[in-house]
Nanobody, 117 residues
């Protein structure tokens, strides 16, 4: 049974930082490119960042470039998202999953990030 558990969200003031974690179980985590996604109220879920299986290459949506950093620890089956210089528009529920839709796993519960201005 594949399971993704996100954590690390919370309430933070604009300009602040948070570090999200996502622990995966049930699959060989190191075989997969992983990503972070987010869904704001009333909006579609959107891509935020991704990292290749080896950690050698990362991708970011334009709005978070230079502020967010994705990383992974394959020994711990965990992917991270360091979020700095947070803005009110970053408020959303954040999810992790495989980067590519064709091998996507069941979604976890996500972790709420709320940025107050």
């Amino acid at each position: 049974q594949v399971q993704l558990v996100e954590s690390g969200g919370g309430l933070v003031q604009a300009g602040g930082s948070l570090r999200l974690s996502c622990a995966a179980s049930g699959r060989t985590f190191s075989n997969y490119d992983m990503g972070w996604f987010r869904q704001a109220p009333g909006k579609e879920r959107e891509f935020v960042a991704a990292i290749t299986w080896s950690g050698g290459t990362t991708y970011y949506t334009d709005s978070v470039k230079g502020r967010f950093t994705i990383s992974r620890d394959n020994a711990k089956n965990t992917v991270y998202l360091q979020m700095n210089s947070l803005r009110s528009e970053d408020t959303a529920v954040y999810y992790c999953n495989t980067h590519h839709a064709y091998n996507r796993w069941p979604w976890g519960q996500g972790t709420q990030v709320t940025v107050s201005s």
